[in-house]
């Protein structure tokens, strides 16, 4: 199975700020690589796929980047509804495996 | 507008079954691949199984494989997943969720687009 890891593992950050997460397959996976975000109780929303195409609806304050192994989700300007935790997930392969996630609070 | 609805979750002893089910609404449900992921308390999330639009290729994570059962009824919308011999382990929400296809450069990239509001499954004597 492909292993995926996210740092930080969370991080705090003021209204405004940039934000960055880092997603790192254990092998090559090409473009094969969502993001997704998770609010307390609710379900994940998808945010982007295919590595960088933002999902319709979502704000283009969100972007993605990578290829390969190393992967990057960033909020150009962190908003109050923007913290949440935040998943990466391969979809190279079966089992479409997730990354561990990165909480992202209020500094 | 898209909807899936879980249900079916519950409190069960270690070694019983649950049948747990996905109501779909919005879209061609026939047309869609789906998945189960769950998601145990605090922990993040796992994808458990896939079926195919037609149910003619189904996969199982390893943590479930010969114990859970997907399936699914076109006619009726529904998903659903047959879970025995449970195990405290498989404590978790179990979601829903629709897969769609994408394309970078011409090669088709799936992802979860849609996913219901989760069942809580627990597993304790």
């Known amino acids: 199975d492909i292993q995926m890891t996210q740092s930080p593992s969370s991080l705090s950050a003021s209204v405004g700020d940039r934000v960055t997460i880092t997603c790192r397959a254990s092998?090559?996976?090409?473009?094969?690589l969502n993001w997704y975000q998770q609010k307390p109780g609710k379900a994940p929303k998808l945010l982007i796929y295919?590595?960088?195409s933002l999902q319709s609806g979502v704000p283009s304050r969100f972007s993605g980047s990578g290829s390969g192994t190393d992967f990057t989700l960033t909020i150009s300007s962190l908003q109050p509804e923007d913290f949440a935790t935040y998943y990466c997930?391969?979809?190279?392969?079966?089992?479409?495996?997730f990354g561990p996630g990165t909480k992202v609070d209020i500094k | 507008e898209v909807q899936l609805v879980e249900s079916g979750g519950g409190l069960v002893q270690p070694g019983g079954s649950l049948r747990l089910s996905c109501a779909a609404s919005g879209f061609t449900f026939s047309s869609y691949e789906m998945n189960w992921v769950r998601q145990a308390p605090g922990k993040g999330l796992e994808w458990v199984s896939y079926?195919?639009?037609?149910?003619?290729?189904?996969y199982y994570a390893d943590s479930v494989k010969g114990r859970f059962t997907i399936s699914r009824d076109n006619a009726k919308n529904s998903l659903y997943l047959q879970m025995n011999s449970l195990r405290a382990e498989d404590t978790a929400v179990y979601y829903c969720?629709?897969?769609?296809?994408?394309?970078?450069?011409?090669?088709?990239?799936?992802?979860?687009?849609?996913w219901g509001q989760g069942t809580l499954v627990t597993v304790s004597s």
């Open positions: 092998q090559s996976i090409s473009s094969y």
């Open positions: 295919a590595a960088s």
């Open positions: 969720a629709r897969e769609s296809t994408g394309y970078s450069y011409g090669s088709p990239l799936n992802y979860f687009d849609y």
């Open positions: 079926i195919s639009s037609s149910g003619s290729t189904i």
């Open positions: 997930q391969q979809s190279y392969s079966t089992p479409g495996t």
